[in-house]
């Protein structure tokens, strides 16, 4: 029987090689001031991971889970197993680079009713470049864009999480084929079936970013998955669009363009871009 006045949040978390962030990450759901939640935690073949183990052991914590894979198989299928395994009402990730200010469930918690016409749920984020500090709202702000369709079929505006029911995403899950654009594709395909997100204005999670930890991407497949999710969403999208998206392929192939191809991909907002020199925005 579902409880609908504290209903089981399940978390889902990928992690690779990265013990020690992995450790961090798990500490902030800890520290949330909502404590119905469930956090499985698959380890995707990581040579180095018995720290992590012990550690997830010796919380001795029933709601926390760690699963050791034996074969490696990639960011978007070990996502996929977390995601199968949940038990919640509702679904929530966190990278294993990141961590969450205390409030983050209760937080999306209070805004659930709005998934009964919404995709999903989406937040502000903090944005901390290896500098110490004491209090996240101390960080400099990462201002989502507001949703609109016309910017969302331009670029991820969503970011890298997001919050909804757990049938919904075990319905459509991560296309393992993509070795990059996973998380748009993902969002994408959401939003398609089920409508607009809402956006949460409150900052609750902490992106790290330059720690020098091992991504469980690879940047060398970038433009393939990028160019594969192009085809496979190009009819959803309008001129203004597809200009962006094709100019954002040239841009993470570094490839030189020619007058003609400037030409053909010109639109107001690919003229800033060429001008500002800014890749991917």
């Known amino acids: 029987m579902v409880n609908q006045t504290r209903p089981l949040v399940s978390i889902y978390m990928p992690t690779w090689n990265r013990q020690q962030l992995a450790i961090r990450a798990i500490k902030s759901v800890l520290r949330q001031d909502y404590d119905n939640w469930e956090m ?33 198989s990639g960011a978007c299928a070990v996502r996929n197993q977390a995601i199968l395994q949940a038990k919640g009402e509702f679904i929530t990730g966190i990278d294993d ?42 960080l400099p702000l990462y201002p989502k864009t507001p949703f609109t369709l ?47 997100p809402w956006k949460v204005e409150e900052a609750t999670q902490v992106l790290h970013v330059n720690h020098g930890g091992l991504k469980i991407g690879t940047s060398r497949k970038k433009f393939a998955g990028y160019f594969n999710f192009y085809r496979k969403h190009k009819d959803k999208f309008d001129r203004g669009s597809r200009k962006y998206q094709l100019y954002t392929l040239y841009t993470i192939r570094n490839k030189r363009m020619s007058l003609r191809t400037c030409m053909a991909l010109l639109s107001l907002r690919n003229t800033k871009r060429m001008a500002q020199g800014f890749i991917g925005k």
């Open 40 to 72: 499985i935690i698959v380890d995707d073949c990581s040579s180095s991971y018995e720290q992590l183990q012990q550690f997830v052991s010796e919380l001795n914590d029933s709601r926390v889970t760690y699963v050791h894979n034996e074969i490696n």
């Open 97 to 138: 680079d990141d961590e969450w200010t205390p409030n983050r469930l209760s937080v999306f918690l209070e805004h659930r009713h709005q998934l009964v016409t919404h995709a999903f749920l989406y937040a502000n984020d903090y944005v901390c470049r290896g500098e110490v500090y004491s209090q996240p709202a101390s």
């Open 150 to 196: 016309k910017q969302f079929f331009k670029r991820n505006i969503i970011g890298n999480q997001i919050f909804t029911y757990t049938k919904r995403f075990q319905a459509s899950l991560f296309d393992v084929t993509l070795p990059a654009a996973q998380d748009y594709d993902a969002f994408l395909r959401l939003v398609v079936d089920n409508g607009a």
